[in-house]
């Protein structure tokens, strides 16, 4: 797959973009970084363990209704997959389109909801690495929120499967 998850199929004669784990990978790292080999391949192995640990999840934003946005708490407002084939499944049938990115689940393995924080509520950056951030539990959000974020707003989210 290309940049983040995209179900649409490329235009042919387009040339494919960065498998989507090595971009995620490269996308949570310094910009200085990025060109460093080593700290690359240690990204993407990385990437890959979160990945077989079931510590990462997919999040497709789907933030507009008829015109109208949606806010972060909104049950439509954003869908969470446990793995690249089913966001692709769901994507393929709801929305060709869209995008989905993977984000690393903070506080443990993904269970059957995520929690997730949104330093900006309004920003649609949903590609930055540090757009959001999901928690495995309540708990771990909150507990995450105490230090780091006293008055920030967490919202759970189920896994779709």
Do not use: C
Request: no cysteine; hydrophobic share 35%; net charge negative.
């Amino acid at each position: 797959m290309t940049t983040g998850l995209n179900g649409a199929k490329s235009p042919p004669g387009e040339k494919p973009g960065l498998p989507s784990d090595i971009y995620a990978s490269l996308m949570s790292m310094p910009k200085e970084d990025r060109t460093d080999r080593r700290k690359v391949n240690a990204a993407v192995a990385h990437q890959a363990e979160l990945r077989r640990n079931g510590r990462t999840a997919w999040l497709y934003l789907n933030d507009y209704d008829h015109g109208t946005q949606r806010k972060a708490g909104d049950v439509e407002w954003a869908k969470v997959f446990a793995s690249e084939d089913d966001a692709t499944k769901w994507l393929d049938q709801h929305d060709p389109e869209g995008v989905a990115w993977e984000y690393e689940i903070e506080g443990g393995q993904r269970q059957t909801s995520v929690w997730i924080y949104l330093a900006d509520e309004s920003s649609r950056a949903i590609g930055d690495s540090s757009w959001a951030k999901l928690f495995a539990s309540k708990q771990a959000a909150e507990k995450w929120l105490n230090q780091t974020a006293r008055n920030g707003k967490i919202w759970e989210y189920p896994i779709e499967e």
